[in-house]
């Protein structure tokens, strides 16, 4: 896993977890004391994210793995194990764009788990920024990233990165994010 210092388990009431079971409570408290000072090693972090989902705190377990997984590594493998949505949401969505927009996007490369670099040729591309008719370029980056929140946002832009757009995906289309 990459050591990205990503996330936290903000929101997990711990007491409602000691309840149920106090040993694991225990765990995830000493598990998160050492994320909190980026000391937890690879395997106490997948432990946290799976004593997070066993006790239903899935959008925590999500966001965590979400953040911190390289996308080959345990924390994906587990991603894919306890969300599976997370991968046909994803594919769906680099699947509208391409309908959408009427390109055929080419991986280029992967910054994290459902993160990607695509790169794509369009003559008709900008049309979706009215305000920018100067540009002339063809040749576009777009980086396609499910956010822990389990949306799913876009960033196109120009090789020389003299224009760029913030886009999201809706469920069944894409539109410009007004950030």
Known sequence: ???????????????????????????????????????????????????????????????????????????FEMLVRLFPDCQSTYDAAVDAFERQYEVALVFDHQERAFCNVYRFVSDRFLRIDHERQDVRETEF???????????????AYTLDGAWAVPLKFGGVEWSVNER
């Open 1 to 75: 896993m990459k050591p990205i210092p990503a996330a936290s388990i903000n929101g997990v009431d711990v007491s409602v977890i000691a309840e149920k079971n106090p040993a694991a409570a225990e765990r995830i408290a000493a598990i998160a004391a050492k994320m909190n000072a980026g000391r937890e090693t690879d395997n106490e972090f997948i432990q946290l994210c799976g004593l997070l989902h066993q006790y239903k705190f899935d959008d925590v377990a999500k966001g965590l793995l979400l953040a911190n997984s390289d996308g080959n590594d345990q924390a």
């Open 141 to 155: 980056e777009v980086q396609i990233t499910m956010e822990p929140e389990a949306f799913i946002v876009g960033d």
